[in-house]
């Protein structure tokens, strides 16, 4: 069974950095693709950056050039490095995990970040 935990969260003023780290049990991580997501209040859960099983990556315009998804194949985790962070970055970001032949969809608990103006 598939487990996500997230972690790295945090208060930042704006301008500064965080790196997300979400740890993935079960056998399939290397096969698998990964989204960062996040959610602010009053809002829809949004894409923020995607990674696939072959280490192809994909941004949301909004933080293109600020943050960057990367994977270890071996520690079994995702990050997502961000900086330049903005008070609109705020939101609890959300680790996901999808193996479609598998029927895979799994979701971490979230971590909050916080961007101070």
């Known amino acids: 069974q598939v487990h996500l935990v997230e972690s790295g969260g945090g208060l930042v003023q704006t301008g500064g950095s965080l790196r997300l780290s979400c740890v993935a049990s079960g056998g399939i991580f290397a096969i698998s693709d990964f989204g960062w997501y996040r959610q602010s209040p009053g809002k829809q859960r949004e894409l923020v950056a995607s990674i696939t099983g072959s280490g192809v990556t994909n941004y949301a315009d909004s933080v293109k050039g600020r943050l960057t998804i990367s994977r270890d194949n071996v520690k079994n985790t995702v990050y997502l490095q961000m900086n330049s962070l903005k008070p609109e970055d705020t939101a609890v970001y959300y680790c996901?995990?999808?193996?479609?032949?598998?029927?895979?969809?799994?979701w971490g608990q979230g971590t909050q970040v916080t961007v101070s103006s």
């Open positions: 996901n995990q999808v193996l479609l032949s598998r029927g895979v969809d799994t």
